[in-house]
């Protein structure tokens, strides 16, 4: 199984089932049902992208940002008066430059709830500004398989 990126044990409805990410085709998927059709244990298949999704998720925890609800998120950022206007997401595969490292990720748009201006042509010198700055680098939530940030 060369394609095979990862597995590992979760339970589903109280049944064992083995992750499995990145199969890339019907051959692996097959030969690894045979095999653990053998323990009574199901395969539950799950693109390569869920595997950067719950790497990224998990350094991000490591390194201190608090993931949060989508609701949550949202109103975090209305507390510093900007709404998140979600009819300008921008859906994309993150890269970090250092290491070449990839993840899915959705950016959101955040806008003045005063103004209706774009955040990022506000006064850069606000306290307002500097608040969403700082939040930018402290909360995170996942919106359909994808890191929500701004």
């Known amino acids: 199984m060369s394609s095979l990126i990862k597995t590992h044990e979760v ?3 109280g049944r064992p089932h083995v992750e499995c990410y990145g199969l890339a085709d019907a051959q692996d998927y097959v030969r690894l049902a045979a095999n653990l059709g053998r323990t009574g244990m199901e395969i539950r298949r799950r693109p390569a992208s869920a ?3 719950d790497v990224e998720i998990a350094s991000r925890l490591r390194q201190g940002w608090t993931q949060v609800t989508v609701k949550e998120f ?4 209305e507390a510093l008066g900007y709404r998140l206007d979600r009819s300008h997401d921008c859906r994309c595969t993150a890269r970090y430059l250092d290491d070449g490292r990839t993840y899915p990720c959705c950016t959101a748009y ?3 709830i005063t103004n209706g201006r774009s955040a990022w042509n506000e006064d850069k010198g606000s306290a307002d500004f500097a608040g969403l700055q700082k939040l930018r680098g402290e909360i995170f939530a996942v919106s359909r398989g994808a ?3 701004v």
């Open 11 to 13: 339970l589903v409805n």
């Open 51 to 53: 595997l950067a999704l």
């Open 74 to 77: 949202t109103a975090r950022y």
């Open 110 to 112: 955040p806008v003045n």
């Open 147 to 149: 890191i929500l940030e």
